[in-house]
């Protein structure tokens, strides 16, 4: 059974510009969420997906926007893009229910420059 | 609201002396908690999980037992090898809002000098 995808792994960009990371779910699973993890802030919960509607938002300003597909496959966008933004962007995804784990992919590591 | 609070790290540690990685947690309702471990440019990884008061949860030599009455889930493992180098994460799955939103904690760091 394959894992959760990520692509791309690795991606630079100069500020201003904007970025599209992608994220295909294990097969089955129809809720997906997106993490950014910084060093100094650590793991921090941006949102989550279910049947293609967003049910959870994290405290991020509306740059940072998400979308699901009827696949349950997700991407997330960051506009205008900051320095700030460069950190490792972590999709996981699971089934939904209480005592469920969520599966995560490797990541795509965002360097703004 | 519901929380994650672990030990600050990093942890360093012997070859084969015994680990304990505290987590603590406040939720409302009756949540799972988790234990995600994450190696050097990767993703995480679950480790072991419990979805009740008591249960412990074991893999890889690590265990961890839900306290409701501490609202502790501490991670422990008898003997850690070099390979345990990695960054650990406490989480909970909150289940109030029907829509079981994951928490971290902030994620301790351990490393383990042969």
């Known amino acids: 059974k394959a894992g959760v995808t990520q692509t791309p792994r690795y991606l630079i960009k100069t500020r201003g510009q904007q970025v599209t990371l992608s994220c295909s779910p294990i097969?089955?699973?129809?809720?997906v969420s997106w993490y950014q993890q910084t060093p100094g802030q650590g793991l921090q919960f941006l949102f989550e997906?279910?049947?293609?509607?967003?049910?959870n938002k994290g405290n991020f300003p509306g740059r940072f926007s998400g979308r699901q597909f009827s696949n349950s496959r997700s991407e997330m966008n960051v506009s205008t893009l900051e320095l700030g933004d460069s950190a490792l962007y972590l999709c996981?995804?699971?089934?939904?229910?209480?005592?469920?784990?969520?599966?995560f992919g490797q990541g795509t590591r965002l360097t703004v420059v | 609201g519901n929380s994650v609070t672990q030990m600050e790290g990093p942890v360093t540690l012997s070859e084969e002396a015994f680990l304990t990685i505290n987590c603590t947690y406040t939720?409302?309702?009756?949540?799972?908690l988790f234990w995600y471990v994450q190696y050097p440019g990767e993703g995480l990884q679950l480790l072991l999980k419990?979805?009740?008061?008591?249960d412990k949860g074991s893999n890889k030599g690590f265990e961890a037992t839900y306290r409701k009455e501490t609202t502790s889930f501490h991670l422990e493992k008898g003997s850690v090898q070099v390979s345990d180098s990695a960054v650990y994460f406490c989480?909970?799955?909150?289940?109030?809002?029907?829509?079981?939103?994951?928490?971290f904690g902030t994620g301790t760091r351990l490393k383990v000098l042969a």
């Open positions: 419990a979805t009740k008061a008591d």
């Open positions: 989480a909970l799955s909150d289940p109030t809002s029907g829509t079981y939103k994951y928490i």
């Open positions: 997906y279910f049947s293609e509607t967003q049910r």
């Open positions: 996981a995804s699971s089934l939904v229910g209480r005592n469920t784990e969520a599966f």
């Open positions: 939720a409302t309702g009756y949540p799972s």
């Open positions: 097969s089955g699973h129809r809720s």
